[in-house]
Protein backbone atom coordinates (compact mmCIF):
# COMPACT_ATOMS: atom_id res chain seq x y z
CA UNK A 1 0.00 0.00 0.00
CA UNK A 2 3.40 2.51 0.23
CA UNK A 3 5.83 2.57 -1.65
CA UNK A 4 9.03 4.80 -1.15
CA UNK A 5 10.72 5.52 -4.50
CA UNK A 6 14.00 6.84 -4.90
CA UNK A 7 16.32 8.72 -7.32
CA UNK A 8 19.10 10.91 -8.15
CA UNK A 9 21.92 8.15 -7.22
CA UNK A 10 24.95 8.57 -9.98
CA UNK A 11 28.92 8.76 -10.80
CA UNK A 12 30.28 11.84 -9.22
CA UNK A 13 33.93 13.22 -8.82
CA UNK A 14 35.68 13.53 -5.09
CA UNK A 15 34.54 17.17 -3.83
CA UNK A 16 31.48 16.97 -6.01
CA UNK A 17 27.56 17.11 -5.10
CA UNK A 18 24.88 14.85 -5.33
CA UNK A 19 21.27 15.07 -4.04
CA UNK A 20 18.86 12.22 -3.39
CA UNK A 21 14.95 11.99 -3.42
CA UNK A 22 12.66 9.25 -1.91
CA UNK A 23 8.75 9.74 -3.01
CA UNK A 24 6.36 8.06 -0.76
CA UNK A 25 2.98 7.23 -2.87
CA UNK A 26 -0.02 5.66 -1.14
CA UNK A 27 -2.93 6.70 0.62
CA UNK A 28 -0.20 8.47 3.27
CA UNK A 29 -1.44 9.96 6.86
CA UNK A 30 1.95 10.28 7.68
CA UNK A 31 5.52 9.23 7.64
CA UNK A 32 7.00 9.15 10.50
CA UNK A 33 10.76 9.83 11.38
CA UNK A 34 12.06 8.76 7.78
CA UNK A 35 15.44 7.36 8.07
CA UNK A 36 18.36 7.42 5.25
CA UNK A 37 20.90 4.53 5.80
CA UNK A 38 23.64 3.37 3.36
CA UNK A 39 25.61 0.01 2.41
CA UNK A 40 29.16 -0.11 1.06
CA UNK A 41 30.38 -2.75 -0.44
CA UNK A 42 31.28 -5.34 2.10
CA UNK A 43 30.49 -3.10 4.82
CA UNK A 44 27.20 -3.44 7.25
CA UNK A 45 24.68 -0.77 6.86
CA UNK A 46 24.92 2.18 8.39
CA UNK A 47 22.61 4.61 9.27
CA UNK A 48 23.27 7.97 7.94
CA UNK A 49 20.64 10.84 8.91
CA UNK A 50 17.38 10.79 10.25
CA UNK A 51 14.59 13.51 10.57
CA UNK A 52 11.59 14.00 12.94
CA UNK A 53 7.68 15.21 11.50
CA UNK A 54 9.14 18.17 12.91
CA UNK A 55 12.05 18.93 11.18
CA UNK A 56 14.73 17.83 13.66
CA UNK A 57 17.63 15.95 11.87
CA UNK A 58 20.77 14.09 13.06
CA UNK A 59 23.97 12.89 11.38
CA UNK A 60 26.28 10.21 11.76
CA UNK A 61 29.77 11.98 12.51
CA UNK A 62 31.34 10.97 9.52
CA UNK A 63 28.52 12.81 7.00
CA UNK A 64 28.18 15.67 9.66
CA UNK A 65 28.18 19.37 7.90
CA UNK A 66 28.19 17.61 4.66
CA UNK A 67 24.89 15.98 4.15
CA UNK A 68 21.41 17.59 4.64
CA UNK A 69 18.33 15.73 4.87
CA UNK A 70 15.20 17.14 4.52
CA UNK A 71 11.30 16.42 4.01
CA UNK A 72 8.59 18.31 2.10
CA UNK A 73 5.08 16.97 3.95
CA UNK A 74 2.65 18.13 1.40
CA UNK A 75 4.86 16.19 -1.50
CA UNK A 76 5.66 13.41 1.04
CA UNK A 77 9.18 13.62 -0.21
CA UNK A 78 12.55 13.44 1.36
CA UNK A 79 15.39 15.27 0.36
CA UNK A 80 19.11 14.13 0.89
CA UNK A 81 21.95 16.62 -0.32
CA UNK A 82 25.46 14.94 -0.20
CA UNK A 83 27.89 17.64 -0.77
CA UNK A 84 32.14 17.92 -0.76
CA UNK A 85 31.27 13.56 -1.58
CA UNK A 86 34.25 11.80 -0.49
CA UNK A 87 35.29 8.05 -2.28
CA UNK A 88 34.59 6.44 1.23
CA UNK A 89 30.44 7.54 0.42
CA UNK A 90 30.22 5.47 -2.00
CA UNK A 91 27.33 2.73 -1.30
CA UNK A 92 23.80 1.98 -2.37
CA UNK A 93 21.75 4.23 -0.62
CA UNK A 94 18.57 3.73 1.13
CA UNK A 95 15.60 5.41 2.68
CA UNK A 96 13.70 3.72 5.23
CA UNK A 97 10.18 5.29 6.98
CA UNK A 98 7.20 4.30 9.42
CA UNK A 99 4.21 5.11 7.37
CA UNK A 100 0.80 5.40 8.82
CA UNK A 101 -1.93 4.55 5.64
CA UNK A 102 -4.95 3.82 4.83
CA UNK A 103 -5.62 0.22 3.23
CA UNK A 104 -9.28 1.26 2.61
CA UNK A 105 -11.73 3.74 2.21
CA UNK A 106 -12.54 4.70 5.62
CA UNK A 107 -11.00 5.55 8.61
CA UNK A 108 -10.97 2.40 10.66
CA UNK A 109 -8.49 1.12 7.40
CA UNK A 110 -5.79 3.27 9.05
CA UNK A 111 -2.72 0.96 8.87
CA UNK A 112 0.96 1.37 10.07
CA UNK A 113 4.07 -0.48 8.46
CA UNK A 114 7.79 -0.31 8.02
CA UNK A 115 9.10 0.63 4.23
CA UNK A 116 12.41 0.76 2.62
CA UNK A 117 13.41 2.15 -0.82
CA UNK A 118 14.50 0.51 -3.36
CA UNK A 119 18.20 1.87 -3.03
CA UNK A 120 20.33 4.12 -5.25
CA UNK A 121 24.04 3.95 -5.96
CA UNK A 122 26.45 6.52 -5.28
CA UNK A 123 29.45 6.44 -6.99
CA UNK A 124 32.56 8.95 -6.03
CA UNK A 125 35.64 8.77 -8.29
CA UNK A 126 38.93 10.16 -6.41
Known amino acids: QVQLVESGGGLVQAGGSLRLSCAAS????????PRWYRQAPGKQRELVAT???????NYADSVKGRFTISRDNAKNTMYRQMNSLKPEDTADYYCNADCTYYSGSSLSSRRRGDYWGQGTQVTVSS
Open 51 to 57: ITSGGST
Open 26 to 33: GRIFSINA
